[in-house]
């Protein structure tokens, strides 16, 4: 093989581990808390295999980062050149080092000269459904020993458990970034409005949504909170939001009532039920016509902080196929807001109607919307929701 072929050969091998690290990179688990679907296995394997220690590492690009040390608190970061598992991730078998003083790969690495004693050693690569290893399952003793079929085929067997939980992560991730990619970011071309909004679940992804785009001379807008959290939640959340999708119109209630018609058996299948806020908003006027079914958090926030909360006018959708919901009326005038929010926000005050009251003042105090839903999101970070948390604002500029 010539020099030009050996360059093609080092160009892939250098790519296939940009890949690889960029993989590690998306799990997001480098240097995360420790989690018991994680330390369950270890704890598992280092009692099963009789070793004194067994760990899940994460390899990235410069360092090997243990996410479940087995004894617990003995884990760390530790750099490449010191780490047996940088070796095993680099190739797609299984690695049994009996005796790691006689191993040339492992011999004059640190653990093995230094006070921790490393002799014996097995590390199962673990690969995601791509096929990019990104870390491994891994025995350790300080005794040399032999590892027969029978182990190497449990080791493996466990190997495939961690590999399932790290594409459950990887899986909820890219489902995060869909239902992320769902929601409107752009500004509309409403030269008199702007509005803004964000969606923070609890979890990877949640039961909240919400959207708007223009209807005529109109802002059609609509906020969901759909009973549940995590994928459950989520699946649901992306079946309303596309039932609202296939009904456009100035109708508020006629949208409500037939979304409700359409997926009443859904949600009733799954036990489930949504509470939203659905309303158009006359942009030369200012008025604003709405269907809330169960959500009760809208408010409009007047120019001198005072604000206005906006009514319930029917039941949630999924309780009863043929729900009733009548129209609502309110005005927006000049730099005026209208916010809606899911009750994951009120969570972060005092959990009532009260809070209200700050919700409120936050608004008025803010630039305009984008302000008003960062100061939110900072609140969010801050107080570690345990629900999801949404909010849109409209503001209808001075």
Not at 47 to 66: C, G, K, M
Not at 132 to 150: A, H, K, M, Q, W
Not at 274 to 291: K, N, S, W
Request: charged fraction near 25%; proline fraction near 5%; glycine fraction near 10%.
């Amino acid at each position: 093989m010539g020099p030009e072929a050996d360059d093609i050969a080092l160009s892939d091998t250098d790519r296939y581990e940009q890949l690889r690290v960029a993989a590690v990179e998306r799990l997001d688990l480098l240097d995360t808390p420790a989690e018991e679907r994680f330390d369950r296995i270890t704890r598992i394997a280092r009692e099963l295999f009789h070793v004194p220690i067994a760990e899940i590492n994460l390899i990235d690009d410069s360092r090997q980062y243990t996410k479940s040390p087995q004894p617990t608190g003995t884990g760390a970061s530790i750099d490449l050149i010191d780490s047996f598992c940088a070796i095993t991730v680099q190739q797609p078998d299984m690695i049994v080092v009996p005796d790691a003083t006689k191993d040339a790969r492992f011999s004059r690495r640190s653990a093995v000269s230094d006070e921790r004693h490393v002799r014996f050693y097995a590390g199962r690569p673990l690969s995601l459904g791509d096929d990019y290893r990104v870390g491994t399952l891994c025995l350790v003793d300080t005794e040399t020993r032999e590892f027969g079929d029978e182990q190497q085929r449990l080791l493996d067997e466990m190997g495939l458990w961690v590999e399932r939980e790290l594409q459950d992560t990887a899986d909820l991730d890219r489902a995060a970034e869909v239902q992320q990619g769902l929601l409107p970011k752009g500004q509309p071309s409403w030269p008199d409005y702007d509005v803004a909004g964000v969606c923070l679940p609890a979890k990877n992804v949640g039961g909240d949504f919400y959207s708007w785009h223009g209807s005529g001379t109109g802002i059609e807008l609509t906020l969901a909170d759909v009973m549940g959290k995590g994928t459950a939640g989520a699946i649901m959340a992306a079946t309303v939001r596309s039932a609202f999708q296939s009904r456009t119109g100035d109708d508020v209630v006629a949208a409500v009532a037939g979304v409700n018609q359409q997926l009443a058996a859904d949600l009733g299948v799954t036990g489930s039920f949504a509470t939203l806020f659905h309303a158009v908003i006359d942009v030369p006027t200012g008025r604003l016509d709405y269907a809330d079914a169960g959500h009760g958090l809208t408010v409009i926030v007047r120019t001198d902080g005072s604000f206005e909360r906006l009514e319930t006018t029917g039941l949630p959708i999924g309780i009863v196929a043929d729900g009733d919901w009548s129209r609502g009326a309110a005005a927006l005038g000049p730099g005026e807001s209208l916010v809606s929010f899911t009750d994951g926000l009120l969570d972060l005050f005092d959990g009532s109607l009260d809070s209200l009251g700050p919700i409120a003042a936050i608004i008025a105090a803010a630039s305009g919307p984008h302000d008003a839903v960062a100061r939110f999101a900072e609140l969010t970070a801050a107080g570690a929701a345990g629900d999801d948390v949404t909010v849109v604002v409209v503001t209808r500029r001075p």
